[in-house]
């Protein structure tokens, strides 16, 4: 973050000073943080409520270990920035069930002006934005292995993907940085635009369009208006001094790739399409690691991804477009792809247990795409030799089909040659193997995995199957018949 004190955080927020005298008014604040615990000298403490607790409570606490003020939506017992009350007009809001009077919007959208004015303060800074309904996260965390050695890159931590995520992550970056990485997520129409009106991006990533929260969005077709929204929000491409927006776009999706209508920007796209502009071809696969040519306007180069699973060449092609765009070779992307390891925890995290056992823990989240994908890497993991387990919890918020999906993911699992142990009550059909719950499930896998197996936990974040991956990694969990 670009060094402020309180006074001009106030002015750029439209917030007042509380218990802040003139010469604390001009002490350096250079970070924000929405953790007491982790608040250190020159922090910005965000009093947010969560979901057991009033970060307003901790405020003072937060001083203690030597931040510099509070974000506050009320008055606190500590040096604040008192930010004005807000009208929330969406019904939508990521902190809604655990903010009652409204403080933790007025903290949010004085966060969201003051990310806006920092970023406004970096005018060399070039802003990414990722959005799609699957492999945000693998294509963040790509994108900045490939343009960290372009310049010092910032990308979110995890999934900070929405109204606390973007402006914190954004307020990361500082005159040092050249590229700052943003996840942009949506429940709703609208939730992109906002964001971008935090964070404006001047490339924007469209990764797929699939039936994650399609029962919030109601069809495909909504959920691609509000993931367009990104490209929407992008410069005009031919802006002069590199300040020209991009919309890199799936040249394999048809839904993506007609979002070029969309958008003011110039259009570069990626996929296995003959046509695509960054394209993948010979590609080949082992124990679930792909390894293609990397096709470019500047040349070629050969990628040996250590990522698990297919879906990673989508994800390696649309970081490897931005990385172009931004002063990236063939060869230096090519290679740092195939250097790339996984970053983010619970996706496709392969772990060999030393009874020979392979856990693919994958239990961040699930919709019908990435169930199939993950379902794929595990039969591609197995080959024919291994015994295969498809241990699947629910797929959450995908509406009226949500039973035909849980069918299909189930006999796609059977295809691959798996064995399906569903956990919990989504109803994976008759071939399944139905536990009540995580210790249920532990306890089967204990008793019937033997060395040489290949096991997948998938399923959406609120169920928790990530305890039951850890599970299986423990000595305990390694009892094999």
């Known amino acids: 973050m670009i060094e402020m004190t309180p006074a001009e955080i106030a002015a750029v927020t439209g917030g007042r000073l509380h218990r802040i005298d003139e010469e604390a008014a001009a002490a350096p604040v250079t970070a924000v943080e929405f953790d007491s615990r982790r608040v250190g000298p020159g922090g910005l ?7 057991r607790a009033d970060g307003h409570d901790f405020a003072a606490q937060a001083v203690t270990r030597g931040a510099t003020a509070v974000l506050a939506g009320r ?13 929330v007009r969406d019904s939508h809001t990521y902190l809604g069930a655990v903010d009652p009077d409204g403080t933790g919007a007025a903290v ?46 910032v990308a979110p931590p ?14 990361r970056a500082d005159a040092g940085t050249r590229n700052l990485v943003l996840e942009f997520s949506a429940r709703g129409i609208g ?48 802006l002069p001094g590199g300040r020209g927006g991009v919309a890199v776009l799936n040249a394999d999706d048809e839904l993506v790739a007609a979002m070029a209508t969309r958008t003011p920007a110039r259009v570069v796209t990626f996929g296995r399409a003959a046509d695509a502009h ?40 649309a970081a490897a477009a931005v990385a172009l765009e931004l002063g990236g070779t063939p060869d230096g992307i090519a290679a740092a792809l195939s250097a790339a390891t996984p970053a983010s925890r619970w996706r496709m995290e392969v772990t060999d247990r030393a009874d020979g056992v392979t856990v693919v823990n994958d239990a961040y989240n699930a919709n019908p795409e ?58 994976y059909g008759p071939g399944a193997e139905h536990v009540a719950d995580v210790p249920a499930a532990l306890t089967l896998l204990r008793e019937r995995t033997r060395p040489g197996d290949v096991v997948l936990v998938k399923a959406s974040r609120s169920a928790g199957l990530e305890r039951l991956a850890a599970g299986l990694l423990t000595t305990e969990g390694m009892v094999c018949r």
């Open 370 to 427: 990435s169930v199939r994908a993950a379902i794929t890497a595990l039969g591609q993991i197995a080959g024919p030799d291994r015994r295969a387990w498809a241990v699947l919890g629910p797929m959450a918020e995908i509406g009226d089909g949500a039973a035909a999906e849980h069918a299909a993911a189930a006999e796609n699992a059977r295809a691959a040659g798996a064995r399906v142990v569903a956990v919990g009550a989504p109803d």
């Open 158 to 171: 995890e999934s900070f993907n929405n109204e606390l995520g973007t402006p914190y992550t954004a307020l």
């Open 45 to 51: 403490f965000l009093a947010l409520p969560g979901e």
């Open 75 to 87: 008055e606190v017992d500590a040096p604040a920035v008192v930010v004005p009350p807000v009208e």
């Open 278 to 317: 960054v394209r993948a071809t010979d590609v080949t696969l082992t124990a679930g690691r792909a390894s293609f040519r990397l096709v470019t306007p500047a040349g070629s180069a050969d990628v040996a991804l250590r990522l698990v699973g297919e879906h990673q060449v989508s994800n390696a092609l």
């Open 191 to 238: 939730h992109i635009a906002a964001l971008c009106a935090v964070a404006p991006p001047r490339i924007g990533v469209v990764l797929n369009v699939g039936s994650a929260h399609l029962g919030e969005f109601g069809s495909r077709a909504a959920i691609a208006t509000a993931k367009g929204e990104l490209v929407e929000a992008l410069p005009p491409g031919d």
């Open 108 to 153: 949010l959208a004085g966060l969201g002006r003051l990310a806006r004015h920092v970023l406004g303060a970096l005018p060399g800074l070039a802003v990414v934005g990722v959005t799609g309904s699957a492999g945000k996260t693998s294509t963040k965390d790509l994108l900045a292995v490939v343009l960290s050695p372009l310049g010092p890159t």
